[in-house]
């Protein structure tokens, strides 16, 4: 069965260090989202992609890169951690086909900066 | 510019029928979504409705779509114990390109 993954799925880093959160999806679909959960505040875009090679600043970019070189993978790098970027992050797809725009989405991955 | 907004916290005993709302800002949404986050997991698509439906029953699920006041409900009838979730709306963005505006979240609390 089609499916996205993330991994780690939990993960303890330092300030400063850089940090890669993967997203694997075998739905084929060409558009991919990361989010953010926060209490309070649901779930924020990070970044998206429509498709490879693009790449587009969600409403959180800062300090958060994306790069998309095949279809099935959407790695989500913090530069340089800080511990504000303490959260659960979720990686979604979906198909493109428009105007219906269910996104399926992977478990999640909670990140702590230390 | 786009928002969804939903009360945080809801809570009912087991039985009654559970009501989450939710308001959003944009009228050109041609679809609205309810999604469902059990704990430690992703979201889940409950359900959805096209924006010139008025209602949608699925089940135990009833959608109520009031385009003119831009608010959007589930109803959830007889609520179990395995309905407590975190119950998350959702609108098309308005340019339709693929992205969901997503509302912070109801958690539902369902007590025995």
């Known amino acids: 069965d089609a499916e996205i993954t993330q991994s780690p799925r939990h993960k303890i880093t330092e300030t400063g260090r850089q940090v890669t959160l993967a997203c694997h999806q075998t739905?084929?679909?060409?558009?991919m989202f990361w989010y953010r959960q926060d209490l309070g505040h649901g779930l924020r875009l990070i970044h998206y992609?429509?498709?490879?090679?693009?790449?587009n600043k969600g409403e959180v970019s800062d300090g958060y890169s994306v790069s998309r070189s095949n279809t099935e993978d959407l790695p989500l790098t913090l530069e340089s951690a800080a511990s504000s970027q303490t959260s659960v992050y979720f990686c979604?797809?979906?198909?493109?086909?428009?105007?219906?725009?269910?996104?399926?989405f992977g478990p999640g991955t909670r990140l702590t900066v230390l | 510019g786009e928002d969804v907004e939903q009360s945080l916290f809801l809570s009912v005993r087991e039985g009654d029928s559970s009501v989450i709302n939710c308001t959003y800002t944009?009228?050109?949404?041609?679809?609205l979504y309810w999604y469902k986050q059990e704990p430690g997991a992703g979201l889940q698509l409950l359900t959805y409705?096209?924006?010139?439906?008025d209602m949608k029953q699925d089940q135990r699920l009833t959608v109520l779509l009031n385009k003119k006041d831009k608010h959007l409900s589930l109803r959830i009838a007889d609520t179990q114990t395995g309905d407590s979730a975190i119950y998350f709306c959702?609108?098309?963005?308005?340019?339709?390109?693929?992205?969901?505006?997503f509302g912070q979240g109801t958690t539902l609390q369902v007590k025995p």
């Open positions: 979604a797809s979906s198909t493109g086909q428009l105007p219906y725009n269910e996104q399926f």
């Open positions: 739905w084929n679909h060409n558009n």
């Open positions: 992609s429509y498709g490879v090679q693009d790449t």
């Open positions: 944009d009228s050109s949404s041609t679809y």
């Open positions: 409705i096209f924006s010139n439906m």
């Open positions: 959702a609108e098309s963005s308005r340019s339709n390109t693929g992205k969901l505006i």
